[in-house]
């Protein structure tokens, strides 16, 4: 059992199309963060989120940290081509000091 | 420009045999980690290092040494390679958590 479950696994949409990411656990964690990794490549950090309710926008995309401090959303608002990857979430929970990193979600946008 | 260099990106290597991979950064920082990402599994600690000569292991650090003889650069050993080591392996750079990581391109590994 992954700490940090995302959900969908596998997501394909049009462009221009917007969707939604989700990262949840039973933990409660000080904070998250989200990252994107293109083929080839490794992941690069996107946003870190810290207070309860908090919500981040970077461009096109909104992320939300849960008021509980459990769960976490990436919002994408008419998706690009380039915002093809695969999304993880990842964060220490408060119970313990490991990093984990979530299960991905691989987004490809159809031109 | 990111700071943090692997090497080599693509390795094939014969069972049994020892494999080296490195890790180098430019940053200064003290934290530095090794993963591997595997389809299935994500990406799984394997070992990592709070400073020069600090190191400890992480989920997966069976079969795996490492070493941090300078603060600039972490090595990833395979004593005997075996075909479950197959696979894509990350090192990342870390000022505190809080700030993130920074992954390097990646190693492909193929144990044959």
């Known amino acids: 059992t992954q700490l940090l479950e995302q959900s969908p696994q596998f997501l394909s949409i049009q462009e221009g199309e917007n969707l939604t990411v989700y990262c949840n656990s039973s933990?409660?964690?000080?904070?998250l963060q989200w990252y994107r990794q293109e083929p080839g490549e490794g992941p690069v950090l996107l946003v870190t989120v810290v207070t309860g309710g908090e919500v981040k926008k970077l461009k096109r995309l909104t992320f939300q940290f849960g008021d509980a401090r459990k769960d976490s959303s990436l919002h994408i608002t008419a998706a690009q081509t380039g915002d093809t990857g695969l999304y993880l979430c990842a964060g220490t929970p408060n119970t313990g000091n490991q990093f984990y990193f979530g299960t991905g979600t691989s987004l490809t946008v159809i031109p | 420009d990111a700071g943090i260099t692997q090497s080599p990106r693509h390795k094939v290597t014969e069972t049994g045999t020892p494999v080296t991979l490195r890790c180098h950064q430019t940053?200064?920082?003290?934290?530095m980690y090794w993963y591997r990402q595997d389809p299935g599994h994500g990406l799984r600690l394997i070992h990592y290092?709070?400073?020069?000569?600090?190191?400890d292991k992480g989920e997966v650090s069976d079969g795996y040494s490492v070493s941090r003889s300078k603060t600039e650069d972490f090595l990833l050993t395979l004593e005997s390679a075996t075909s479950s080591q197959t696979s894509v392996y990350f090192c990342?750079?870390?000022?505190?958590?809080?700030?993130?990581?920074?992954f390097g391109s990646g190693t492909r590994l193929t144990v044959v």
């Open positions: 940053e200064n920082h003290r934290y």
């Open positions: 290092s709070y400073g020069v000569k600090d190191t």
């Open positions: 933990s409660v964690f000080s904070s």
């Open positions: 990342a750079i870390s000022g505190g958590v809080i700030y993130g990581y920074t």
